[in-house]
């Protein structure tokens, strides 16, 4: 759950100011994405954990409610994780990650083995311990079901190598990557980064995506021009959508048009989890505004 106060300017150590506003907004990248995933037209089980609050309350219903099977989602005995967020008028932001009930999914039951064997795809983010992470990468690749990772948060220490060596397709933004490979120009960092996963799709916010893979030539999708108010769930909505296409057998690259015309959509409304469109939304849009690249 993310608790953001907007504020005229953030408070420094040992004082106190009054915040103008505050805000409980559903979030967690793993959420976001499962809801991404399912308006965009997948069937989605996300597997993951809420604590015994109010918070995980809300974000059980929140995510049944667009459509998410929460069957796999566990209430663990400690708080919701919460991102503790203060806004200031300049735009910047002070952020706080306390993990929380997401702290405890360090392994898999059986149940979400045969989950992961039956999917088309499973798509992980790392705001879980790397434990589970790791369990799940392990079932989808002994079951033959293609694996996406988004990279984030980047964690300090690398990520280790058994990991990158069970993911199919890797979708860092261009930070992500470039704290991955140590490269800050994304060509270098995605060609640096195909030494470690067999595909790689860049984000770069305005300026669109990039498509890597081994042995073929880089391929860069532009992002569609609209005019963006709030782009705050662009990322989640578009690896959301992308994983949709992919897991249908669509090619990355096609994936990468449909997921900027399903993120463009997004970032022309305020909101998180709420701004994300639909299949036929993001179908009509594509249709009409990308162009082939
Ligand atoms: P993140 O939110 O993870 O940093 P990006 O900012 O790279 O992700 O955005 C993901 C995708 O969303 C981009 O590849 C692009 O297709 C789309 N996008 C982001 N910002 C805009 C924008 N201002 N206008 C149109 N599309 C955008």
Redesign the pocket.
């Known amino acids: 759950m993310d608790l953001v106060a907007q504020v005229a300017s953030a408070p420094r150590r040992g004082e106190t100011v009054a915040g103008r506003s505050f805000t409980t907004v559903p979030g967690g990248k793993g959420a976001n994405q499962a809801i991404a995933a399912t308006r965009s037209g997948s069937a989605v089980s996300m597997i993951g954990a809420v604590g015994d609050d109010a918070f995980g309350a809300g974000l059980r219903e929140a995510l049944a409610a667009s459509g998410v099977d929460v069957t796999g989602l566990r209430t663990a005995a400690t708080p919701t994780g919460t991102a503790h967020i203060v806004v200031d008028d300049e735009g910047g932001n002070a952020i706080v990650v306390v993990p929380g009930a997401n702290a405890t999914v360090t392994a898999l039951t059986e149940d979400d083995e045969r989950r992961i064997a039956r999917a088309q795809a499973l798509l992980l983010q790392l705001e879980t311990p790397l434990e589970g992470v790791l369990s799940a990468a392990r079932a989808a690749h002994a079951h033959g079901v293609r694996t996406v990772l988004t990279p984030a948060p980047v964690p300090v220490e690398p990520l280790p190598d058994e990991l990158l060596g069970l993911i199919d397709l890797l979708v860092p933004?261009?930070h992500e990557a470039a704290a991955l490979s140590g490269k800050a120009d994304p060509h270098e960092a995605a060609a640096a980064l195909l030494e470690r996963v067999p595909e790689v799709v860049v984000?770069?916010?305005?300026a669109?995506?990039l498509y890597a893979a081994r042995g073929a030539e880089p391929v860069t999708v532009p992002?569609?021009r609209?005019r963006?108010v709030d782009?705050t769930a662009?990322?989640d909505?578009?690896v959301g959508a992308l994983c949709t296409a992919y897991a249908e057998g669509r090619t990355v690259p096609e994936a990468m048009a449909w997921?900027?015309a399903a993120?463009?959509l997004a970032?022309q409304r305020p909101g998180a989890s709420s701004s994300m469109p639909d299949r036929t939304e993001i179908t009509q849009f594509a249709t009409k505004e990308v162009p082939a690249s």
Request: proline share 0%; aromatic share 4%; charged share 5%.
């Open positions: 933004n261009e984000t770069l916010g305005a669109g995506s992002a569609v609209v963006a782009t662009a990322g909505t578009f997921a900027s993120s463009a970032v």
